[in-house]
Structures are given as C-alpha cells and as structure tokens.
C-alpha cells in the first residue's frame, strides 16, 4: 500500500507532528509533502493519505493550503483510504476548534475517499468544531492542541497511529 503525510505548516508544529506520524508508523515506506511545495494531485498516486491542516484564528484555513484548496476539488480520490490530523487552540479560539481539518474533510469526502482514524471528544474542551462526525463524538481525524495540551500529543499520536494501522489492516 502507498502512503503520504500531505500537510500545510505555518509554525512548524503541523510537519512536526506529521514527522511524529511517520516515526510511529515506523516500518512503512511513507511519502512527506509539504502542501506549499507538492502539487496537491500528487496524492492521487497514493493508496492511504494522511492530511494535516491546523486552524487558523477563527476557523480560518492554513495560508498554504489556501492556496491549493480550490484544487482539492479537481482530485479524484475514488478507492482511496484517507486519514486527517488537525491543530488548533481549543481556549483561545473554541467556537471554530479543527474548523479547518472538518473543511478539508468534507471536501475529500466529496471527491470520494474512504476516511479512517475518527478521534474521541474526551479530553478536549471547545464549544464547537466543524471537523466533528454527525453524532458529535468524534473528530474526523486526530485532535491536537499544542497551544494547551502538548505533554499530550505524543500519547495521542501513538494511540491513533495504532488505531490506523488497525483499520487499515496494515497492524503486523
């Protein structure tokens, strides 16, 4: 199976846990890709994408993938398995936490791809979120907040990487 981390990163936080992602599926011959420098139908090619997109201030999208995100709309993404993880500041901006992961969601949704890797609410303290499943106790993909909880992320990242080798059938 093929597989790319696709994220956009401003601050550098969303390449580190992208980079972090990869260490933990360690084994897997795995693409990186910055959305500023990739092409973004480079991920046609590929059989399980993992997109990362943090929120800006008031569920605003990434510069960088402001900048591709009338392409996503030209991508075919039929047969495709795909997973997402998104950063935001669940305090300082919780009506519009991951606002952006549950945009790009529901435009790779669109284009037809299969989604794996929901993420519990538990632990999280927001008012409202676009990138939360329709009955509100998930996220579309996994939640990280290094503003207020990064003595977290590397737990979560292991748990959800365990979680997609699971439901992807790639765990050995």
Known sequence: ??????????TGNTEEV????????SGLDIDTYNVSDTPVA????????IFGIPTW???????NWLE???????????GKTVAFYGLGDQYGYPEWFLDAMGMLHDKV????????????????EFEASKALTADGK????????????RD???????????????????ST
């Open 1 to 10: 199976m093929s597989i790319a981390v696709f994220y956009g990163s401003t």
């Open 18 to 25: 992208g980079n972090k992602i990869v260490a933990k599926l």
């Open 42 to 49: 480079v991920v046609e090619a590929y059989d399980l994408i």
């Open 57 to 63: 201030d008031y569920g605003e999208i990434q510069e």
């Open 68 to 78: 591709v995100w009338e392409e996503v709309d030209d991508l075919d993404l039929s």
């Open 109 to 124: 949704v669109a284009r037809g791809a299969k989604v794996v890797g929901h993420w519990p609410v538990e632990g999280y």
């Open 138 to 149: 998930h996220f579309v993909g996994l939640a990280i907040d290094e503003d207020w909880q």
């Open 152 to 170: 977290q992320t590397d737990e979560r990242i292991t748990r959800w990487t365990q979680q997609l080798l699971t439901e992807t059938g790639l």
